[in-house]
């Protein structure tokens, strides 16, 4: 692979690793900061790498040790190069719980890293018993025997997983009454509630500071064919905020907020980032 395809390589690759990312996180959200993070730590070590012989093993294997390096921090972050288990299983038998890979990404919560990431690159993403072996720096015995068990324990825990935080009474106002306005085409009163230091991200390569330049962002809104309803839920369990086309439900994204002294002081909207809708856990508030 050339440098110079590397950017356009990234941008087609993204959908695929927050696949992946977002499911080892358990969180559409938090997957989205390990892609980023994933993709700087590919850009600065390409050089060092090449020539790179299987380049999406190779970006794959960054976002697992990402991910990991976040899990750990946070004492969740087993290794992921053995699982070990008496007698090599079929993976060809867990046939029943293959299907439960489709679940949310918060769904994945409840299996160690070693099992999260075998099932999501086996069933989720594809990938061979071998490839998946390559991209965890292990054997294909070890996969085996991870697949097997998160495969069970997947099946076993989908349905016991807990509901999300509900938000307290002045999160759910604060999201509501900024809903109101955004539903009425109150920007202005929007921009009023900007901090002054206040930070926006808008995935995958949109990012302001300060007032003065966030204030345009509502400007996109404002001009915008498409007449964006937003309302409050949780996504992954967070509040949030559910951005729906009218015309086509399919059609919608999540904003999240933060607030400081009742100021808005960062805003995170995924309007160019709609591959984190995949397998995202929404619950309306």
Not at 146 to 164: S, V, W
Not at 197 to 211: F, T, Y
Not at 233 to 256: I, M, Q, Y
Not at 269 to 278: C, E, G, L, Q, W
């Amino acid at each position: 692979m050339q440098e110079g395809n590397l950017e356009h390589w990234f941008a087609e690759m993204r959908p695929r690793l927050h696949s992946f990312c977002g499911r080892m996180m358990g969180s559409a959200i938090d997957g989205e900061d390990i892609v980023q993070e994933a993709l700087t730590r590919a850009a600065q070590s390409y050089a060092a790498s090449s020539p790179i012989a299987q380049p999406e093993a190779w970006l794959l294997r960054i976002a697992r040790n990402a991910a990991i390096d976040v899990l750990r921090r946070r004492g969740g972050g087993e290794t992921l190069m053995h699982d070990e288990q008496e007698q090599e299983p079929d993976p060809d038998a867990d046939s029943a719980a293959r299907a439960k890979a489709t679940l949310g990404f918060t769904a994945f919560l409840p299996l160690p890293p070693p099992q999260r990431a075998s099932v999501v690159l086996v069933d989720v993403l594809g990938y061979s018993l071998a490839e998946t072996a390559s991209i965890l720096e292990t054997s294909v015995a070890a996969i085996k025997a991870t697949l097997h068990r998160g495969r069970a324990r997947l099946a076993a825990t989908a349905a016991e997983m807990p509901a999300g935080r509900a938000p307290d009474e002045r999160e759910r106002l604060r999201l509501r009454a900024y809903a109101d306005l955004f539903n009425a085409r109150q920007f202005d009163a929007l921009r009023d509630l900007l901090a002054a230091d206040v930070r926006l991200a808008l995935p995958p390569d949109i990012r302001r500071e300060g007032k003065g330049d966030v204030s345009i962002y509502f400007e996109r809104y404002q001009t915008a064919k498409t007449q964006w309803h937003v309302e409050p839920v949780l996504a992954d369990g967070r509040p949030a905020l559910l951005a729906a086309d009218p015309a086509d439900a399919a059609n919608r994204f999540v904003v999240l907020l933060d607030w400081s002294d009742g100021r808005i002081i960062t805003i995170r909207d995924f309007i160019y980032a709609r591959y984190v809708m995949d397998g995202i856990d929404i619950a309306r508030i």
